[in-house]
């Protein structure tokens, strides 16, 4: 998951409050189309959920994510998990394709990731992913972001996310090399399995962070007020505003 340095993940919450990610990975998995014997690396695989279910169709799958104890959680399913930065991959041709599931708009490196990611492709190899793109939570952030400028703290500077358009991606992916398959940006409201504030304390912690530490605590719990409007339906079921890019491209067999 995050290589930022404010946002650190618990195991234990993620399953609670953020199961949703993997279970909707099924498409990009379905895009990805792996094969037995492919050897994949999982980009960002948390706590490993996706990574099982490619090793489980017979794929030979390294997991690699910035969060020992999402790989703490990941080893304990049996999977090859490691520690490792997204942005700084230590990979070099041994992989038939690279993976990533709502990983890569926590990676702001993204020239980095694409360089790593095509070292460590074979020439045909593939990269398929999906994320949080232009617009993603947008309502979530609005709200976020007016809170900490009136309190005089340069809001963006402290948001953690990349994401792109699908022609601001597509551009980086061909500057580097690949030839684009496939990229599309489409909205996908998002059920959450408890209140906003679950969700914030899981994803969004460094927007507290920029606070001083007596005031973090209380910061997500004026945040049902203030996004029920739009994010709330009448029987108190919460959603987030979703917006995902996801993309499947390949390195050419020619490529050195």
Same mark, same amino acid.
Not at 147 to 174: D, H, M, Q
Not at 198 to 210: C, N
């Given at each position: 998951m995050?290589?930022?340095? #404010?946002q650190t993940? #618990?195991?234990q919450?993620?399953s609670?409050?953020?199961r949703?990610?993997?279970?909707?990975?099924?498409p990009?998995?379905?895009?990805?189309a *792996?094969?037995?014997?492919?050897?994949?690396?999982?980009l960002?695989?948390?706590?490993g959920?996706?990574?099982?279910?490619?090793?489980?169709?017979?794929? %030979?799958?390294?997991?690699?994510?910035?969060?020992?104890?999402?790989?703490d959680?990941a080893?304990a399913?049996?999977l090859?998990? !490691?520690?490792?930065?997204?942005?700084?991959l230590q990979?070099?041709?041994?992989?038939?394709?690279?993976?990533?599931?709502?990983?890569?708009?926590w990676? %702001?490196? +993204?020239?980095?990731?694409?360089?790593?990611?095509?070292?460590?492709?074979?020439?045909?190899?593939? &990269?398929?992913?999906?994320?949080g793109g %232009?617009? #993603?939570?947008?309502?979530?952030?609005?709200?976020?972001?007016?809170?900490?400028?009136? !309190?005089?703290?340069?809001?963006k500077?402290?948001?953690?996310?990349?994401?792109?358009?699908?022609?601001?991606?597509?551009?980086?992916?061909?500057?580097?090399?690949?030839?684009?398959?496939?990229?599309?940006l &489409?909205p996908?409201?998002? +059920?959450?399995?408890?209140?906003i504030?679950?969700?914030l304390?899981? &994803?969004?912690?460094? &927007?507290?962070?920029?606070? +001083? *530490?007596?005031?973090?605590?209380?910061?997500?719990?004026k945040?049902?007020?203030?996004?029920?409007?739009?994010l709330?339906?009448?029987?108190?079921?919460w959603?987030?505003?979703?917006? !995902?890019l996801?993309?499947?491209?390949? %390195?050419?067999?020619?490529?050195?």
């Amino acid at each position: 998951m995050s290589a930022v340095s #404010n946002q650190t993940w #618990n195991s234990q919450q993620y399953s609670e409050h953020a199961r949703f990610v993997s279970e909707l990975g099924t498409p990009v998995v379905a895009l990805l189309a *792996p094969l037995r014997g492919e050897r994949i690396l999982d980009l960002g695989c948390g706590d490993g959920p996706l990574t099982k279910q490619l090793s489980d169709l017979g794929c %030979k799958v390294v997991g690699v994510d910035a969060s020992s104890e999402m790989i703490d959680a990941a080893r304990a399913l049996g999977l090859d998990a !490691r520690v490792m930065d997204g942005q700084t991959l230590q990979f070099d041709g041994e992989f038939d394709a690279v993976f990533s599931n709502a990983a890569l708009h926590w990676m %702001k490196q +993204p020239e980095k990731v694409m360089a790593g990611v095509w070292r460590a492709l074979d020439p045909g190899g593939r &990269f398929v992913g999906e994320f949080g793109g %232009k617009g #993603n939570v947008a309502t979530i952030v609005m709200a976020l972001e007016g809170a900490l400028s009136k !309190r005089g703290i340069a809001a963006k500077t402290v948001n953690p996310w990349y994401n792109p358009t699908a022609e601001e991606y597509r551009t980086l992916l061909e500057a580097h090399g690949f030839t684009v398959n496939s990229i599309a940006l &489409f909205p996908r409201s998002t +059920p959450l399995p408890g209140s906003i504030v679950g969700w914030l304390e899981t &994803f969004a912690q460094p &927007f507290a962070a920029a606070l +001083p *530490p007596p005031d973090r605590s209380a910061f997500f719990e004026k945040w049902p007020r203030l996004c029920r409007p739009n994010l709330c339906d009448d029987a108190g079921n919460w959603h987030a505003d979703y917006v !995902r890019l996801r993309f499947s491209a390949t %390195k050419p067999q020619s490529a050195a």
